[in-house]
């Protein structure tokens, strides 16, 4: 990293003034680009010369410069053919980064040509559609909310010591850790021998080597230059030991990562979570290796996880900062009632924010039971308030330090780094004031609330609804059954349209992400519309073609007779011919493929998870009659 290089520009000196100067200063910067997030997550680039920006400054500040073409991103139903226009205008409020080329080098400075990248927010009609607007009006809202909630009820359970007149703005923290998956590129998968490693947990925490350490360091320097701080980069629990090619350097690398750092307020955490893949993607490239952030990219080992940290402060006029989540008496009380009422609240509604935070195809392989995937409404709290612990299995946990009140937060652990954290977290926090105010609002003691959080699921609950549980300290994938889970904590949905059909099948519950008039009909709509028109391409166009060449690859591979061979070869070519072969019957790829154009998605949904097992059965059946072969 080149000290003379300028990396962020801190939100205190996004003014316009000090930006002219900045600009001027560093004539290595030659475009801007407005960063604008759709509904889908994804981030828009552009490249505006430095001297274009400057000559109509005034209106990229008041978001006439800038118009795109919205019904190109994923503004589904917003921005039509016939209505394209989005006008897009800064955010002063947060850092902005300026992104350099490292392989192009500007003739007068000799430097990398940088491109100041913006965070902008859409506007369409004059209404803010993007998915930063999203969670910044949410945070705005809650955070009012919250404040009147707090002075109105005076004397809060757990928040004895605070005042609530002393409060001066309430804080919003998130935190995330992310975990790809690296290789070089030519590597190909072998998921077998994946699979034992992790099994025999071989590589987590692991010495890094060659080119795969080089990058993880080079990521890590590139976050601190940046001012990401990052707290540390490690082996995850997927991969391989790394192989010498003939060169003599390391150039069979498969294996997991991840890099942690620091908690910053929740936009602008969410911000450099986006950045922060940027970064690692150049780092690990320029290293000559691949890297993937997909949710679950090999099937068969360790997905990719971004677990999202969540906590809730204030800020007194005196300065001091006072944890909402925290009890005055760490060892005797979990949480304070706000505690309480934020997890109950994301519990209770969370069929409803799930489909916010899960909404792809990839993102569903990942959350299946036996990888640390949480597939359960359920959170863990610990054994006492005197020793907390942590619960890998579960949706939300609470994290928490008995000697430092401040670090007290929730673990959601259901984002992986392709998620859209804005629109997912503006969710949970939407959904956790609807708890928050259930709490404060009965008047219960923190015993009281401990007792309705833990609840067993045929007791009623003042808040929470009879028939569930949700709370667990056990193992939810070992200590229950598929059938007692379910039952237990509510059947989870196994596609993005099973997922999708909760914002329908829970009036009652929408009503409470619609509060405040944030999350509008129209980009609920609009979100949902997106997320299925990408489910059903997704299917017709990749998934189903990759799951036929896996099929064809299938083949008989024995000569001689041999009546194990025969019937496991049979019996696998049975199968073969059901997915993929039309005959006096359709094939079901092809049944799937017509129920997808037809619109019938629920068949297609049932299609989908049948496709997927017999996909997973035929691939198991094909490695056992292998393995019973010798000349192959």
């Not at 829970?506 to 709509?525: C, F, H, S, T, W």
């Not at 009659?625 to 010798?630: M, Q």
Request: proline share 4%.
């Amino acid at each position: 990293m080149a000290k003379e290089l300028l990396y962020l520009i801190p939100a205190a000196k996004c003014d316009k003034k000090e930006i002219i100067h900045i600009l001027k200063s560093h004539p290595e910067i030659k475009f801007v680009s407005m960063v604008g997030i759709d509904l889908a997550g994804n981030d828009t680039d552009e490249k505006i010369p430095v001297r274009v920006f400057l000559k109509d400054i005034e209106d990229f500040y008041n978001g006439h410069a800038i118009q795109t073409d919205g019904s190109s991103v994923v503004l589904t139903g917003i921005a039509t053919l016939n209505n394209a226009k989005v006008d897009m205008y800064v955010d002063p409020s947060v850092n902005w980064y300026v992104d350099y080329n490292w392989e192009s080098e500007d003739e007068e400075t000799g430097l990398p040509i940088g491109t100041l990248r913006i965070p902008a927010f859409l506007m369409h009609n004059g209404l803010r559609v993007d998915s930063r607007s999203i969670l910044t009006q949410t945070l705005e809202y809650v955070g009012a909310e919250i404040k009147a909630l707090l002075k109105k009820a005076g004397k809060v359970p757990g928040l004895e010591h605070l005042k609530a007149s002393e409060i001066d703005e309430v804080l919003f923290t998130i935190g995330t850790e992310l975990e790809f998956w690296v290789k070089t590129p030519t590597e190909e998968t072998h998921v077998e021998e994946l699979s034992a490693t992790q099994v025999m947990q071989e590589n987590y925490w692991q010495r890094t080597r060659g080119q795969a350490r080089t990058a993880l360091e080079d990521a890590m320097l590139m976050l601190e230059a940046y001012g990401l701080q990052p707290e540390m980069g490690h082996k995850e629990v997927g991969g391989v030991k790394a192989k010498i090619g003939e060169s003599g350097s390391l150039d069979h690398i498969m294996e997991q990562m991840e890099i942690d750092w620091r908690f910053a307020p929740a936009v602008q955490a969410i911000d450099n979570e986006l950045l922060a893949r940027i970064l690692v993607k150049e780092a690990f490239r320029l290293n000559g290796l691949e890297v993937s952030f997909q949710a679950k990219p090999i099937i068969g080992v360790a997905g990719n996880g971004e677990h999202t940290h969540t906590g809730m402060a204030v800020r007194l006029k005196s300065g001091k900062i006072v944890n909402l989540y925290a009890p005055k008496d760490m060892k005797k009380d979990f949480m304070s009632s706000v505690g309480y009422g934020a997890i109950m609240g994301l519990l209770k509604n969370y069929e409803v924010v799930n489909p916010f935070v899960t909404s792809t195809n990839d993102a569903f392989n990942r959350l299946k039971p036996g990888f640390e995937a949480p597939v359960c409404i359920v959170t863990s709290l610990g054994h006492s308030p005197e020793v907390p612990s942590r619960n890998r299995t579960i949706l939300a946990g609470l994290v928490r330090d008995v000697e430092n009140p401040l670090a007290t937060r929730f673990e959601i652990r259901a984002f992986n780094p392709l998620s859209n954290s804005y629109v997912g977290v503006a969710a949970a926090y939407l959904a956790m004031l609807d708890g928050i105010k259930a709490a404060i609002g009965s008047g219960k003691t923190n015993s009281e609330l401990l007792a309705e959080l833990s609840k067993e699921p045929e007791a009623a609950g003042f808040y929470l609804e009879k028939g569930r549980a949700y709370r667990s300290e056990h193992d939810v994938f070992d200590d229950y059954t598929p059938e007692q889970r379910d039952k237990m904590f509510g059947k989870p949905p196994a596609t993005v349209w099973e997922n999708m059909e909760a914002l329908k099948l829970y009036p009652e519950k929408l009503k409470v992400l619609k509060a405040g008039n944030v999350m509008r009909q129209d980009l609920i709509d609009a979100f949902v519309n997106g997320a299925l028109l990408r489910w059903k391409v997704e299917l017709i166009d990749r998934i189903i073609p990759q799951y036929l060449d896996t099929v064809r690859s299938v083949v008989c591979l024995h000569c001689d007779e041999n009546p194990v061979d025969d019937a496991a070869w049979t019996a696998i070519n049975n199968l073969r011919l059901y997915l993929a072969k039309d005959g006096v019957e359709k094939s079901l790829f092809s049944r799937l493929r017509e129920a997808l154009a037809a619109g019938k998605y629920g068949e297609a949904s049932a299609m989908q998870q049948e496709m997927t097992a017999k996909m997973g059965e035929l691939e198991s059946m094909y490695e056992v009659y292998k393995r019973n072969l010798l000349d192959i």
